[in-house]
């Protein structure tokens, strides 16, 4: 297998910056062979690309295309701290969507960075996951994704 960050790269992406923590927490923490993420939300060049709720404001495949920018966010995170390449692969994806009443496709919006998962890590990238809808999310974002990882 390709490493991810090549298969980055293969894919024409690049790992943002890293935002900066909006409370007391940092981007990401190691334990042992793990590294958790803090919650990303879909910051784009340092500000939310939109806000809204998902099936009001924002439409289903909106939510999907910020999931995926939520997951590249983390994948930065943890670059940042152990390098992307360190990756053995992706235990766990957490993700949060802002609900209008009644939308129920949170685990379609939440395919997007699962997606993005399996095409940068194929086979390790594949992973248990919660989709849960929400009433609100911090800034006003539709979504927020955090990850655990497992280092090689």
Same mark, same amino acid.
């Given at each position: ?6 298969? %980055? ?11 900066? $923590? ?38 289903? @495949? @909106? ?7 939520? #997951?590249?966010?983390? %994948?930065? #995170?943890? +670059?940042? %701290?152990?390098?992307? +390449?360190? =990756? ?9 969507? #802002? ?24 086979? #390790? ?8 809808? =929400?009433?609100? %999310? $911090?800034?006003?974002?539709?979504? @927020? =994704? @955090? ?6």
């Amino acid at each position: 297998m390709t490493s991810p960050s090549t298969r %980055l790269r293969e894919l024409g992406l690049t790992l943002p910056s890293v935002a900066p $923590p909006a409370g007391s927490y940092v981007p990401a923490r190691r334990s042992g062979a793990l590294v958790f993420t803090a919650g990303q939300v879909p910051f784009v060049d340092g500000s939310l690309a939109t806000t809204g709720k998902v099936g009001a404001e924002v439409t289903p @495949e @909106e939510g999907r295309d910020l999931a995926r920018t939520c #997951a590249l966010n983390a %994948l930065a #995170a943890i +670059d940042a %701290l152990v390098g992307l +390449d360190a =990756v053995a692969g992706v235990v766990k994806v957490v993700g949060f969507v #802002a609900s209008a009443p009644g939308f129920t496709g949170q685990p379609g919006v939440i395919n997007g960075a699962s997606d993005l998962l399996a095409d940068v890590f194929g086979e #390790a990238g594949r992973h248990a996951r919660s989709a849960v809808g =929400v009433a609100e %999310l $911090p800034l006003g974002a539709p979504v @927020e =994704v @955090e990850l655990v990882v497992e280092l090689a």
